[in-house]
């Protein structure tokens, strides 16, 4: 069965005037309203097969809002008041690498290169592979974690469940409980999702902005999205 899709006269999308009223009067924000305007388009287009006008269907001006950054002294608290060693050292990979969560929770054993002190992301962001770095105090938090475990994983670097020796890696939100509870007990007012990305970018664009040669070496795709990070520095 079709579903039924309101349109105005003439209009080969749905009313604008009906949807723009919808999303002012539930007082939705520009991202949001972006989002389900994106998801409408997919579905005229892919399901419909229905031409689509993006004059007819005006996005929003994007929010952009310039992130929390921690200082140094607020990081080392931080991962002081970590709440249990296994929540410390999640911690710590996460502020020297500045992997994402879902990075995180992948990483395999055999991606911890002492040699070369470099750590193998594998299916990044965009389903991309790449290197960051292995700093000696992080390698050592590693290995001192590894000695802690009751069963020596063979194939993730964080099993999953309580005691940690399942076969399965731990979800993301792990690391999102970590980072806040060891921010609440560390009595941080700041709004803290993740401690990674403001941390390497930090480090990076100091770096690395001024020359464009150099994002290569950072593994960036599109170094404008992180250009954003000097307006806090």
Not at 95 to 113: F, M, Q, S
Not at 117 to 143: F, N, Y
Request: charged share 20%; net charge positive; glycine share 4%.
């Amino acid at each position: 069965m079709q579903p039924s899709i309101t349109a105005a006269p003439g209009c080969r999308c749905p009313s604008n005037a009906n949807y723009t009223f919808g999303t002012r009067a539930r007082k939705l924000k520009p991202n949001t309203v972006t989002q389900r305007l994106a998801a409408l388009r997919f579905f005229f287009v892919k399901t419909l097969h229905k031409p689509w006008s993006a004059n007819e269907t005006p996005y929003p001006k994007k929010v952009v809002r310039l992130p929390a950054i921690l200082s140094q002294e607020e990081v080392a608290r931080l991962i002081d008041a970590a709440y249990t060693p296994f929540h410390r050292v999640v911690l710590m990979t996460l502020y020297a690498t500045g992997v994402r969560r879902a990075e995180l929770a992948r990483l395999k054993v055999t991606d911890i290169d002492s040699q070369r002190m470099v750590i193998h992301v594998q299916g990044g962001k965009g389903r991309k592979d790449r290197e960051v770095m292995l700093s000696p105090k992080l390698l050592e938090a590693l290995r001192e974690h590894w000695r802690s475990l009751r069963r020596k994983p063979a194939e993730w670097l964080f099993p999953g469940n309580r005691w940690h020796t399942a076969t399965h890696p731990i979800n993301t939100k792990v690391a999102w409980q970590a980072c806040q509870a060891a921010a609440q007990r560390a009595g941080i007012q700041k709004e803290v999702h993740c401690i990674a990305s403001p941390l390497t970018c930090w480090k990076r664009v100091r770096i690395c902005v001024p020359s464009k040669s150099c994002w290569g070496i950072a593994t960036w795709k599109r170094p404008l999205s992180t250009s954003t990070y000097p307006n806090v520095i």
